[in-house]
């Protein structure tokens, strides 16, 4: 089952189960979404639940707040994450702050979904990776999902949450296809938000990652795991509140640490992940330093050679592990 796919399955479902949810952004009804994420929602549901907006993030972000605050519960879609920034205050100030300003009484369910991150060829204003910054944001929930069963599983649980979460998916992962098990076919099917998943054991190295460079993790493992280093790689799923239990588990058992993902470094997901390690009692079992492999600290090229340089790719973790294991 493709993300692609998986999405689509987990808005049916919701939108089937709960009468107050609705879908709401740019070209989601009638030409089935800008990467076909709600095809056919359109025609079952109808206008009153898949809503096409003016390109106007400000406005319908706003309105789509307004709705949560009033008691629906909206599915705010972005073309990219990097049209947010248009409504940015209406995610932080309006969404994030609510509940807590309110003393609890006003709650705000609402997800906001949208590819995040690096795509291909488009560009800086394009191509950056927002999980660092609504990360930062107490008020929030900050998901973001690697495979068609995390897709699924943390749209559903997003949506059923009541406070604002914020779905960060990856426009190059929607066509990807991925092994789905039954019980994640089912329409009572979850992911708790808040919890990392082990998606390799290993004993020599701790990779920590999200969205699409888990594959990449999986895929150095594999290769180093030829020549006798064995990778233990964890899929954090969540990025607010972070799983750090998880992996303080794995340091503990690994003693090494590397963290990788496509944003920028500074005040990065890795660099959260390298502070509460080192703040934590894990600390005293790591014998090397943590590694840290990120995106490039520039705004993103344009052309193909350089981009590629750009992204973490396989051979930078595979690097970045020897480095770590002084290998």
């Given at each position: 089952v493709t993300v692609r796919d998986a999405l689509n399955?987990?808005?049916?479902?919701?939108?089937?189960r709960d009468e107050r949810v609705f879908l709401l952004g740019e070209e989601v009804a009638q030409y089935d979404g800008a990467y076909k994420?709600?095809?056919?929602?359109?025609?079952?549901?109808?206008?009153?639940?898949?809503?096409?907006?003016?390109?106007?993030?400000?406005?319908?972000t706003g309105i789509a707040v307004g709705a949560a605050?009033?008691?629906?519960?909206?599915v705010c879609e972005f073309m990219?994450?990097?049209f947010s920034m248009q409504a940015i205050d209406q995610v932080i100030n309006s969404a994030a702050k609510t509940c807590y300003m309110s003393a609890g009484s006003i709650a705000v369910p609402i997800v906001f979904r949208g590819p995040n991150g690096a795509s291909a060829g488009v560009g800086a204003q394009h191509s950056q990776c927002f999980a660092a910054w609504y990360g930062h944001c107490p008020g929030l929930k900050v998901v973001s999902p690697w495979s068609s069963e995390d897709a699924k599983g943390l749209l559903k649980a997003s949506i059923r949450d009541d406070n604002p979460v914020v779905m960060l998916e990856n426009e190059l992962l929607y066509g990807v296809p991925f092994e789905m098990s039954e019980q994640a076919q089912s329409k009572d099917f979850i992911v708790p938000i808040g919890k990392a998943k082990i998606e390799r054991q290993g004993t020599h190295v701790t990779l920590v990652s999200h969205s699409r460079p888990v594959g990449h993790?999986?895929?150095?493992?594999?290769?180093l795991a030829k020549e006798g280093v064995e990778c233990e790689v964890i899929n954090l799923r969540t990025i607010r509140p972070m799983d750090i239990e998880t992996v303080e588990a794995s340091v503990v058992k690994t003693n090494h640490l590397v963290t990788v993902e496509?944003?920028?470094p500074q005040f990065g997901v890795g660099a959260e992940i390298c502070a509460r390690i080192m703040e934590g009692s894990a600390f005293n079992y790591l014998d090397a330093p943590?590694?840290?492999?990120?995106?490039?600290?520039?705004?993103?090229?344009?052309a193909k050679i350089l981009e590629d340089?750009?992204?973490?790719?396989?051979?930078?973790i595979i690097f970045a592990v020897k480095k770590a294991l002084n290998v």
């Open positions: 399955q987990a808005l049916d479902e919701e939108l089937e994420i709600s095809r056919g929602l359109w025609k079952k549901y109808g206008d009153k639940r898949v809503i096409d907006t003016p390109i106007s993030e400000m406005g319908f605050m009033a008691g629906l519960r909206p990219t994450f990097n993790c999986l895929e150095a493992a594999a290769v496509g944003g920028w943590a590694v840290r492999v990120t995106g490039a600290d520039v705004p993103m090229p344009y340089n750009c992204i973490p790719q396989v051979k930078d």
